[in-house]
């Protein structure tokens, strides 16, 4: 799908930094700026490089400063908002921007036409621009770009005494290297910084400044009705790559991974591109990984979990699936899979109650789809120890009780998703029995069994513990007067509150609920939880409930879950309504009907992709991470079950 925009999307500077592009190169490195070309964030860079994948990130070339001279007359292209209130004004020449594999932006100014497109190389830390640029004029035209570094880790300020050093094509500072090739003409100039402001830091209580310095400018001459191309290749690793190569090779990687997964709807092809983006290579364990999300989050077990059946299987990415969950299951620790790998010798953390019964899911889906029993007969150990782990009790306070379900956490242990910890306030504690993940272990036990089956081993104490956790459930989470299940058996007043985390009873392979029962808390999470963007983690009655999301992080976290809307959920609650509805046509039609306001979504924030989560009054414009792996992994899942 290709993603267009004109004048009125930026009618205003404000408006024409609403949306931003991303590209990835699957070892952590990004490319993303706002479609007017300018940074709205710190973590905004025209090339951010990775050292050692997934997570040493550094932006190298924050942003691009962009001119022309024709004739005597120097106007500015490029667009950029600065800490002491004036700014670039270069989107009022830009007349189109497009965004299918990689960002176009088309520049129209006094009878020239400028043509920029970048590509970010996939495996590699390299970036291509290419511009071409035609002269309508009758005077002798200059496009001269100023790159401006920070050479910093992601996030950091830049100290203003940092020193740049140029010897020939090479850029040096704070021991990073980068590399810089063009066809244009180097020009040396004395040291120039720049302080931005980032407006979609500063609304969000982050740093609403930052720094970034220039030493060199590169210009090309174009003579009336003569058409030119510059190109600049910015990159960590000296190779022999031009421009056209990193850029055509971006297109043919997007369209293979388009023509393998094999889906006919054009948001699910786009969806496809978007998930791949989140996949990148971990250099401490050798495997493939899912980074959360963008521009914030690193790569976490529970969040890779739930985001794998999408972005991998979905997409018949079954080698990076496997490379996955060999990684994790190398990793299983007291029966829990780790929800961070730390860098160095640091060891990983293991605070979730949800991964490893994730695992266990993924790797069923992951026969499901393969019918490969080798790979099941191979992670069947691993799995093995989760479920001891889970009966006789492990880290976290998590253990089975007498009626077979599953208590987790204790302390200011956060370990279901809804895990924000500010100090000693944890708004949503859910300390207990989580609704979730007593659906994820009966999902477990009835999955084992099937294993067990069909590996020719006793499958018999599986199935009895099923039977009881099945009854257990039942019986003490269903709640008869409001129709749907409780969050958490806790004996606090937030057991009987209205949460999304029960769509998970019904949309898991193996469940607990009659069809009546579901169907009733289908309708319920449709009822007060359903958005069209997502659903909301706290019906909007409840006292508790956060109808915004934004300010300061206090402010932040203590709206995160308390009815924040979130994406990911969305595709439970899509494929429990096809299930209850036994996936008859009337209920497939009204699912794509819903799923057409994807589109929008996906239009607005980062181009192409889906956020992480919505204010929960009246969720209109993305919040969080601008790309969301389990968003997007969830969504295709959707699509997929509709094709």
């Known amino acids: 799908m290709k993603w267009i925009y004109g004048k009125r999307d930026w009618e205003t500077l404000k408006r024409g930094q609403e949306n931003c592009y991303l590209m990835t190169n699957q070892l952590g490195g990004f490319s993303s700026l706002t479609m007017t070309g300018s940074v709205a964030r710190n973590d905004h860079a025209v090339f951010m490089a990775c050292t ?22 120097e106007d500015c292209i490029s667009s950029q908002e600065f800490a002491k209130e004036d700014c670039e004004k270069g989107y009022q020449y830009l007349s189109a921007f497009t965004y299918e594999d990689t960002p176009v932006w088309k520049f129209q100014i006094k009878g020239v036409t400028i043509h920029k497109e970048m590509g970010m190389k996939i495996g590699a830390n390299s970036l291509g621009i290419c511009y071409k640029v035609y002269n309508g004029s009758q005077k002798e035209c200059i496009l001269k770009i100023t790159p401006f570094f920070q050479f910093t880790k992601k996030g950091d300020e830049m100290n203003p005494e940092q020193k740049f050093v140029k010897e020939g094509n090479k850029v040096s500072s704070e021991g990073l290297n980068l590399y810089v090739r063009t066809n244009g003409t180097v020009i040396d100039i004395p040291e120039i910084t720049e302080n931005y402001y980032y407006s979609y830091d500063a609304c969000d209580g982050r740093r609403p400044n930052g720094l970034a310095k220039a030493n060199h ?29 990193i850029i055509n090779g971006v297109k043919k990687y997007r369209a293979d991974l388009v023509q393998r997964a094999g889906f006919t709807d054009e948001i699910a092809k786009t969806l496809v591109k978007s998930a791949a983006q989140f996949i990148s290579y971990r250099e401490s364990t050798e495997g493939d990984t899912i980074l959360a999300g963008f521009p914030f989050f ?14 991998c299987l979905a997409t018949k990415q079954y080698e990076t699936a496997k490379s996955i969950l060999r990684t994790f299951a190398a990793n299983e620790k007291d029966g829990l899979m780790p929800n ?98 007593n659906a994820y272990w009966y999902n477990a036990l009835c999955i084992m069994s099937s294993f067990a089956a069909l590996l020719q081993k006793d499958a018999q104490n599986y199935q009895k513990l099923a039977e009881k956790v099945k009854a257990s459930f039942v019986e003490k989470f269903w709640m008869e007067d409001k129709n749907c299940l409780k969050d958490v058996l806790s004996g606090t007043a937030a057991d009987n509150q209205i949460r999304c985390n029960q769509i998970w009873a019904v949309s898991m392979p193996f469940t607990m609920l009659d069809e009546t029962k579901e169907k009733k808390v289908v309708d319920k999470v449709y009822e007060l939880l359903y958005t069209p963007y997502g659903l909301r983690t706290l019906e909007k009655n409840d006292p508790q409930f956060h109808p915004h999301y934004g300010g300061e992080m206090l402010d932040r976290d203590l709206a995160y879950h308390q009815g924040t809307v979130w994406v990911f959920p969305l595709g439970a609650y899509y494929l429990a309504y096809l299930k209850v509805h036994h996936y008859d046509d009337n209920a497939k039609q009204v699912v794509k009907g819903q799923l057409e306001v994807m589109e929008s979504a996906m239009r607005e924030g980062c181009i192409g992709q889906l956020p992480e989560i919505y204010d929960g009054e009246n969720p209109t414009v993305s919040r969080g991470c601008f790309a969301q792996a389990w968003s997007v992994g969830e969504m295709l899942r959707v699509y997929e079950k509709l094709q």
């Not at 050692?52 to 007359?73: D, S």
């Not at 690193?298 to 972005?311: F, N, Q, S, Y």
């Open 217 to 245: 400018e590169i210009t090309i001459t174009v003579k009336p009705s003569e058409t030119k191309e510059l190109n600049i290749v910015f990159e960590m690793e000296q190779s022999k790559d031009t421009a056209a190569d």
């Open 298 to 311: 690193e790569d976490w077990g529970r969040d890779t979990m739930i985001a794998l059946p999408g972005v």
């Open 52 to 73: 050692q994948a997934p997570n040493h990130r550094y932006n190298m070339v924050h942003r691009l400063a962009e001119k022309v001279i024709i004739g005597t007359e």
């Open 340 to 437: 961070l790998f730390p860098e160095g010798k640091s060891e990983p953390r293991y605070n979730t109650v949800d991964a490893a019964l994730l695992f266990i899911n993924c790797v069923y889906l992951y026969y499901q789809t393969t019918k490969e029993e080798d790979f099941v007969c191979e992670m069947y150990p691993v799995m093995e120890r989760i479920m001891n782990g889970y009966s006789k009790g492990t880290n976290y306070g998590i253990h089975m009780d007498e009626d077979g379900l599953i208590m987790a956490g204790e302390g200011f242990d956060q370990v279901t998703w809804m895990d924000v910890r500010v100090g000693d306030i944890l708004p949503t504690p859910r300390h207990g029995k989580p609704v979730e993940v």
